[in-house]
């Protein structure tokens, strides 16, 4: 006789039931599963935002493609100054603090540009402090006049620059402002990135001028200087160049160039990582396709997955050889034709 305790035996209707939950679930998973590759991957309906990264020591920096060009000249201005990583960290807070990082045309009374420097208190003409590369020199002309900046908390420091009447506020932006100048000083390699789509990009003559760029190509050669100063520079010259990279290369095309830091050692490393991070910066204004450096590469058609491992053979070839073929030593940018 069944006692109290025994358990009812499913109906047909819930025994179809179960397994028809358990199927919608695991479907419900999958799909989940493959929008969270979609969005990470930016392919699909989802495709990552245009914008650029900073990831150093834990901290994460997320940056418009416009507040990244300014980062990257700020800090670019700093390296051709001699600056240490100290005075782009300082620079890059009082930036975010005064204008989020944007060259607005509007501020406080007089002020405008990124660091909101007023015409009336001696900064220059309203169209000087609107040229952020004025405006960044600027500011660094006025914090080395600033005794013992270095050691200075970075909200003091800028403060000494600025006179703000929130002299504490540069400080909420120290963290990120850290992160932001080891990574663009080239404390730390491949940890500066862009998703860059080329949607505005306009088409260009491939008509090689008389080094043997096209227009492009010149323009970024152009910009390396004014930026950081004079570089040694190759991968192109007058009427083209036709050996002496791989097969298919942009060289061949006058679309690429080479960026020499020799020799191998630890500043020259450094050096190299914070030229390949500005041109990254830079690779939507200037029409970039490719940077190379160190064993890495970033391209503008795989952006969303940042820089990756630089994979080439060098077997059966001599250590110096190696070197050059993973782009240990030298800088490689191409553009877009």
């Not at 479907?27 to 392919?43: P, Q, Y």
């Not at 150093?56 to 990583?85: F, H, K, M």
């Amino acid at each position: 006789m069944p006692t109290t305790e025994a358990r009812r035996r499913p109906t047909t209707r819930e025994g179809r039931f179960l397994p028809r939950l358990l199927a919608t679930l695991i479907v419900i998973g999958l799909a989940a599963g493959a929008v969270v590759v979609m969005v990470r991957s930016g392919v699909g309906p989802f495709p990552a935002a245009e914008e650029c990264e900073v990831d150093v020591d834990g901290v994460a920096v997320t940056l418009s493609t416009e507040q990244a060009e300014n980062a990257a000249l700020i800090a670019g201005i700093a390296q051709r100054r001699g600056l240490p990583a100290r005075a782009v960290s300082i620079a890059l807070a009082t930036a975010y603090q005064e204008s989020k990082l944007v060259n607005i045309d509007y501020g406080d009374r007089d002020s405008l540009g990124l660091f909101q420097q007023r015409p009336s208190m001696g900064w220059g003409t309203p169209e000087q402090v609107m040229d952020p590369v004025y405006a960044t020199n600027a500011f660094f002309d006025g914090l080395e006049r600033v005794e013992g900046y270095r050691e200075m908390r970075i909200t003091e420091a800028a403060q000494a620059v600025q006179r703000s009447a929130f002299p504490e506020a540069y400080e909420d932006h120290a963290a990120d402002a850290r992160a932001l100048a080891s990574a663009l000083t080239g404390y730390h390699r491949g940890a500066f990135t862009c998703v860059v789509r080329h949607s505005g990009v306009d088409e260009v003559s491939a008509e090689l001028d008389e080094q043997g760029l096209t227009s492009r190509a010149a323009a970024v050669r152009e910009e390396i200087e004014a930026v950081f100063g004079r570089q040694a520079l190759g991968g192109f010259a007058p009427g083209g160049v036709s050996s002496g990279h791989s097969e298919g290369s942009a060289h061949y095309d006058g679309r690429a160039v080479d960026v020499f830091f020799r020799p191998i050692n630890a500043a020259n490393k450094r050096r190299g990582w914070a030229m390949a991070h500005y041109l990254v910066a830079q690779a939507d204004r200037l029409g970039i396709a490719t940077v190379i450096f160190d064993g890495r590469i970033w391209t503008a058609r795989r952006s969303v997955q940042g820089w990756r491992d630089y994979r080439v053979d060098t077997s059966g070839r001599d250590r110096a050889t190696a070197q050059i073929l993973e782009h240990r030593e030298h800088v490689h940018v191409d553009v877009l034709p």
